[in-house]
């Protein structure tokens, strides 16, 4: 495995700024010009006027001292989801394969160094995006299948380099949906290849789980539950029990999702888990919008109710959902009820401080009403949220024997305007850019904006270079194979240069 770009630094480390975000008896609290004080990666003081020695202290002046975000649904490719934004419907723009495409034999797009290298780009925006915890979730349309332990071996080698903590395992299915001829949405299912693909998932947590010191760790992605038979859910979950490992599966996230799972199965999504027993504290269900009812859905059923008495998160991720005309209902609500919350982004970029703001914007229209949620709702749901549906009490909040995941919010930056409160302003007008520095496990992984080691311009070359490549082989899994041009629009009509000029 790669070395890691940062190493801790000895001795006690002091940080102060106007706003320090500690934790104590059961929530977050401001400490104004607070003080916080870790060492070998995890936190022994936060408050006021420690008492002890320290080796350095670092004074970040008008910023906010916080504990890192928790992104339980974290973008690990060039992000295909953002061709969609305009252009619809989703199953004649290469988001749902043809049956044709399937005939001809699926094949990788990408290369494997590709591959590789998207899982360190990615992961190096999330950190500077103020993640210090992610699982990582990738699109399956340009898969030959499902993802390979392979390139989850280079996937742990660049979050372990870059100093990211990173729950990882390949995702997998026993199914894919289609787009026949006349336009109608099925499934194909080839389960023998779905059940080995995740025995080697089981394999790679077993190598995995604990590595680079503890950054880390794994988990079981199948990818989605209408691409699942019976027996790879009851499976995943048995393996999930075994390895104490969270298991994640996106679920309730679109009309066509619901509907195929109910014309299969005669049960709701939710029901349908609920009946394998794969529903438990460990499982991770993105996105939990199309649920009964709610607006989205009118059949009466149970299906919040049952992923709250099972103790199941939701991954709320509204940025994505809203980029799409849907949201939860809402998001006050479900934490009235009881459910389990916590945050991911889904898509580019992965801004965690957009989708919160986002969040909170629907959720209050949805309510019809200011009062369903406040800031410190949201961010609760980014740190703790996240760090309680991965059972890590030492995650998401700055504490004494916590972590030393810690984050440093500019508050100077000229676009917050004035600052009313730390976290309020940052929902307000923040930005995942207003991060400045980044700690995870006691490593400085970011400091002034500059990840070491990784040239942020270069990157986004290749990326954009990677993703054209992409674009262009498009045609050959869109419905009836139209060229490029038809399937991306332009939002203007678009005058070519002149030859020569």
Not at 290 to 318: E, K, N
Request: net charge negative; glycine share 10%.
């Amino acid at each position: 495995m790669s070395p890691r770009a940062a190493k801790r630094p000895e001795g006690r480390i002091l940080l102060t700024a106007r706003w320090l975000l500690g934790h104590r008896d059961g929530r977050h609290r401001l400490y104004e010009h607070g003080e916080i004080v870790f060492e070998d990666g995890a936190v022994i003081f936060t408050g006021h006027g420690f008492p002890g020695e320290v080796a350095r202290r670092i004074d970040y002046g008008h910023a906010l001292i916080g504990p890192g975000f928790i992104d339980l649904d974290a973008l690990s490719d060039l992000d295909t989801t953002i061709l969609a934004y305009d252009n619809q419907p989703a199953w004649r723009k290469g988001r749902v394969w043809p049956r044709s495409y399937l005939d001809a034999g699926p094949y990788e797009m990408y290369a494997r160094e590709e591959l590789a290298f998207q899982k360190a780009h990615a992961f190096a925006t999330l950190i500077r995006n103020g993640i210090t915890t992610a699982l990582p979730i990738a699109s399956l349309f340009y898969r030959a299948w499902g993802e390979t332990a392979q390139e989850f071996e280079d996937a742990a080698g660049a979050a372990a380099k870059l100093g990211l903590r990173a729950y990882l395992g390949p995702a997998y299915r026993t199914g894919n949906q289609l787009v026949e001829a006349d336009g109608a949405i099925t499934t194909h299912y080839d389960e023998p290849r779905g059940l080995a693909e995740l025995d080697a998932a089981i394999g790679f947590c077993r190598r995995h789980e604990g590595a680079a010191d503890g950054l880390i760790r794994t988990m079981l992605a199948p990818d989605r539950i209408e691409t699942s038979t019976a027996e790879l859910l009851r499976r995943t979950a048995a393996a999930s029990r075994e390895l104490d490992v969270p298991v994640r599966l996106h679920c309730c996230q679109s009309k066509t999702e619901y509907d195929l799972v109910l014309a299969q199965h005669g049960m709701s999504p939710p029901e349908w888990l609920d009946s394998l027993g794969f529903l438990d504290e460990r499982s991770l269900l993105p996105h939990g919008v199309f649920v009964s009812g709610s607006r989205h859905v009118t059949r009466p059923g149970r299906d919040l109710a049952i992923i709250r008495d099972a103790g199941a998160t939701i991954v709320h991720c509204p940025l994505v959902s809203g980029r799409h005309g849907n949201a939860i209902d809402h998001f006050g609500r479900y934490r009235e009820i009881g459910l389990r919350i916590g945050m991911g982004t889904d898509t580019s970029p992965p801004d965690m401080i957009m989708n919160l703001q986002i969040g909170m914007i629907l959720a209050r229209v949805a309510a019809g009403s200011v009062m369903a949620c406040r800031s410190e709702d949201y961010y609760d749901a980014a740190t703790i949220g996240g760090a309680d549906a991965l059972r890590r009490p030492d995650l998401g909040r700055l504490q004494p024997g916590s972590r030393a995941d810690i984050t440093v919010f500019d508050l100077d930056a000229p676009h917050l305007g004035q600052v009313i409160d730390p976290i309020q302003t940052m929902l307000l007008a923040g930005h995942g850019r207003d991060f400045s520095t980044v700690i995870i496990d006691g490593r400085f992984v970011m400091e002034d904006r500059l990840i070491p080691g990784v040239d942020e311009a270069a990157e986004k070359r290749r990326a954009q270079a990677q993703f054209e490549g992409l674009m262009a082989r498009y045609p050959e899994r869109t419905h009836g194979h139209p060229p490029a041009s038809e399937i991306f629009s332009s939002s203007y009509p678009v005058e070519p240069a002149q030859a020569g000029r």
